[in-house]
């Protein structure tokens, strides 16, 4: 079953019928480079060595959802220290 209370439209049906042909193609472009960069920043590799304290194996990708934008950081579970993936 699909919980469609936790999907949201981006924009409504009448915004959407006024949009002109070249909105949607930037919109489309948009969304497109939005999902590649989402993709690439996922599939980034954490380094096998925490900056802040040396342990080496403790750096995890960790997601926030910040204002409805997911961002991505690196997190180390030996000393906690945080810090975005560049
Ligand atoms: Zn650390």
Redesign the pocket.
Known sequence: MVNKSSRKSLISINDFLNLTQGTISRLLNLMKNTVDEMTEITQATPPDI?P????TG?VTVISKTIGGVVRYYFK?S??N?QWPVQ
Do not use: I, L
Not at 52 to 55: L, P, Y
């Open positions: 925490c802040r304290c040396g342990s403790t180390c030996s000393c220290y």
